[in-house]
């Protein structure tokens, strides 16, 4: 990462990306003969289990210049820009939550036109 881009952004999609490439063995537990109970972990990868990322949300910065916005802003943008938007968007396009950072008050028509477009980047995974 250099001075461009956001960093909530970047960390998020590093842990969605980290999640959904996790693999954890399968652990099954049995009794032995002499009753002490065993553990059996899965060594193969074909038997372990990946979490379900579906739900995990990725965080979608935008900000506003003139009349427009623009997504993951350079830098030089950023220092443009008259507001600042982080929305957090699940894979099938829900909000879980808003951070307004910079610059100054947004109407709330504003607000929602930024967050429909967070939400159509944040789906496209």
Do not use: N, W
């Amino acid at each position: 990462l250099d001075s461009d881009g956001s960093l909530l952004d970047a960390i998020s999609l590093a842990t969605y990306a980290a999640l959904g490439d996790t693999a954890l063995p399968k652990v099954q537990t049995f009794s032995a003969q002499d009753g002490e109970v065993k553990i059996d972990v899965a060594d193969a990868i074909e038997d372990c289990e990946t979490f379900d990322v579906s739900s995990v949300p990725v965080f979608i910065s935008l900000v506003q210049i003139g009349t427009s916005f623009v997504v993951d802003a350079l830098a030089v943008e950023e220092a443009c820009a008259v507001a600042k938007l982080c929305v957090g968007v699940t894979a099938v396009g829900k909000v879980c939550s808003t951070l307004k950072s910079q610059g100054r008050g947004m109407h709330p028509l504003q607000i929602v036109r930024m967050v429909k477009g967070a939400v159509a980047v944040g789906k496209e995974r």
